[in-house]
Nanobody
Framework: VQLQASGGGLVQAGGDLRLSCGASGGTFSDYEMGWFRQIPGKERELIAAISWSSAYTYYADSGKGRFTISRDNAKNTVYLQMNSLKPEDTAVYYC??????????????????WGQGTLVTVSS
């Protein structure tokens, strides 16, 4: 499966942004999806994930209460709604996919398909 992330950009602190990730080359509903981010000099962090049916979601502490992951299997797209953004949310954001049988949602190392990143910059 190929993934294409979009929606990054420059936003002021307190603002909102929605990232999208479109999938092609596979059956989208066969995959669980995650959003990661990487801040320069730091490891890539799993911030949100969603099961194939949307029945289960996972959020890292950094995104709880501010970020919402969702998916539309008919559109082969997963979204990350980010609200109340902070300068420390500045990072390159990546979407990733894994088959359901490949371990739990919340384990970053279980994801095997990656999109290119989209840069989110939050100004203070």
């Amino acid at each position: 499966v190929q993934l294409q992330a979009s929606g990054g950009g420059l936003v002021q602190a307190g603002g909102d942004l929605r990232l999208s990730c479109g999938a092609s080359g596979g059956t989208f509903s066969d995959y669980e999806m995650g959003w990661f981010r990487q801040i320069p000099g730091k490891e890539r962090e799993l911030i949100a994930a969603i099961s194939w049916s949307s029945a289960y979601t996972y959020y890292a502490d950094s995104g709880k209460g501010r970020f919402t992951i969702s998916r539309d299997n008919a559109k082969n797209t997963v979204y990350l709604q980010m609200n109340s953004l902070k300068p420390e949310d500045t990072a390159v954001y990546y979407c990733a996919a894994k088959p359901p049988w490949r371990g739990i949602l919340a384990q970053a190392s279980n994801y095997e398909y990656w999109g290119q990143g989209t840069l989110v910059t939050v100004s203070s």
